[in-house]
């Protein structure tokens, strides 16, 4: 291996930590929320409803919209480095405050609705960083790795993310083992046990925040910026000096201003990037991956949480399908194909809700519309996010496209337990629907971009839209 590659190996791994927060942050409440709906419960100042259930269960996708607004000025402003810094500082206070959201002024153990408030703004700080960390960590990576390289290097920014959901699904299987056998472990995990669940993020989050100021600012950022030498020495160090030349001055080529206003190249980009971030979030992945103990339980299966972790580890071996196949096959294939598998998933499921079939026809549906995710949706949507858009509007496209991911992860899982609780056939039907069209949308609509450097991708946009004025 070059020092070339090296010095990439070194740096994507550090950004992907990123995305592993990501995972971890949103999955740990797969477990810790039983114990907290306990805890809450016992509150004499209010009454802990669904409602509230509902909400402290999804507040951090509240903060992820934040997030992903800020992420466009703050990474233009700043650069992507400090903005990705600037999660790493929020994911480790989210994770603190949550696990003790009294923060010593606050009786400890004493659950009042002042408290709920106080852990919920916790959540919702710990959101922005997610949002924040989605938007610019697959950005920074596409801006830093070569072309033909590009797309399994920002897929393993998903796998990270999937990585993260099943290291806390571990986590959280092991923090609930060591105590089974407690006679008062019922009280335990209503008093502690959600905590240290939520507290075991710090060491992830602080590790990040750490080493991602050893990184070096992208690229493309310095060059957009004027600062030329500096963009030379980074590329450096993943190029020889003449082809890192060469880059910059492709980068000038296409960015004739350092800015550009969002339309400057259509309509079209900015509608495929946010359809693309919509239908990634509305096929429901996330509501099966937040919410998937209590369905494995509704099934009938004895160990929910085991089979969750049996799910976590058949999501990471179909990412990985997706980073080794990703540019030998392109993006549009695997969009198609997954869409098509995820939508035979959902039906299935549907099906055997509908009928007397066996609990493990539909373990095994949910197993393959999740799996089918993985190698599809999961990592490819991330991979457009992060080259789809022209440079000068990139950050402030992204941005956009991915709040509203967020917007629809919030609509989806807030939405998911009163639909399964009406009709457990009509909710898989719906998103069977749903992984039908986005099948459509992505042959009709959506550009193939495999083995395109950033550069011939912005002037492929520009020449579209000079066509149609």
């Known amino acids: 291996m070059s020092r070339y590659q090296l010095n990439l190996l070194g740096i994507v791994l550090v950004a992907v930590l990123g995305g592993l927060l990501f995972g971890y942050d949103t999955a740990v409440i797969s477990g810790a929320e039983r114990g907290l709906e306990q805890f809450f419960c016992g509150a004499k100042d209010f009454t802990y409803s669904h409602f509230w259930h509902g909400f402290t269960s999804s507040s951090a996708l509240i903060g992820c919209i934040i997030g992903a607004f800020l992420s466009g000025v703050l990474s233009s402003r700043l650069g992507r480095k400090r903005t990705l810094f600037i999660a790493g500082v929020l994911f480790f206070i989210s994770a603190f405050g949550s696990y003790a959201p009294e923060t010593g002024i606050l009786p400890y153990g004493v659950p009042t609705k002042t408290l709920l408030k106080v852990f919920n703004c916790y959540r919702i700080l710990g959101g922005i960083g997610v949002g924040l960390a989605s938007a610019i960590c697959p950005m920074y990576i596409a801006e830093i790795a070569p072309a033909d390289k590009r797309g399994a290097l920002v897929s393993w920014n998903q796998f990270a993310i999937i990585f993260g959901q099943l290291v806390v699904y571990f986590v959280n299987y092991l923090i609930v083992r060591a105590h089974i056998n407690d006679p008062a472990v019922v009280e335990w995990t209503q008093q502690v046990g959600w905590r240290v669940m939520f507290g075991s993020e710090c060491v992830p989050a602080a590790l990040f925040a750490i080493l991602i100021l050893f990184v070096p600012e992208s690229p493309r950022y310095l060059a957009l910026k004027g600062k030329d030498e500096k963009a030379v020495a980074v590329l450096s160090k993943l190029h020889p000096v003449k082809t890192a030349e060469h880059i910059v001055r492709e980068i000038h080529e296409t960015a004739t201003e ?19 971030s919509v239908f990634q979030q509305i096929v429901g992945i996330n509501a099966v991956l937040y919410f998937a103990p209590r369905i494995f339980e509704s099934m009938g299966v004895r160990s929910p949480m085991i089979i969750t972790v049996v799910m976590g580890i058949v999501n990471i071996g179909f990412t990985l399908l997706a980073i080794f196949t990703v540019e ?5 294939p695997l969009l198609i194909v997954g869409s098509l598998l995820m939508a035979v998933g959902a039906f299935g499921v549907a099906l055997t809700n509908m009928t007397t079939l066996p609990p493990w026809v539909s373990v ?26 022209p440079n000068t509007i990139r950050s402030q496209a992204t941005a956009i496209a991915v709040a509203f991911q967020w917007i629809s992860n919030f609509v989806v899982s807030s939405s998911f337990v009163p639909l399964y609780n009406y009709s457990h056939s009509m909710v898989y039907i719906l998103y069977g629907v749903v992984c039908v069209i986005a099948a459509w949308f992505v042959w009709r609509l959506v550009p193939e971009t495999k083995g395109q450097t950033l550069e011939e991708i912005t002037t492929m946009w520009r020449e579209r839209s000079k066509r149609k004025r």
């Open 364 to 389: 095994v549906s949910i197993l393959l519309y999740s799996a089918s995710f993985m190698f599809s949706w999961g990592p490819i949507c991330w991979v457009y996010m992060a080259e789809l858009f």
């Open 328 to 332: 030998k096959y392109g993006r549009k």
């Open 258 to 276: 350092r800015r550009e206003p969002l339309f400057a190249f259509g309509w079209m980009v900015i509608f495929v990037g946010i359809m693309l």
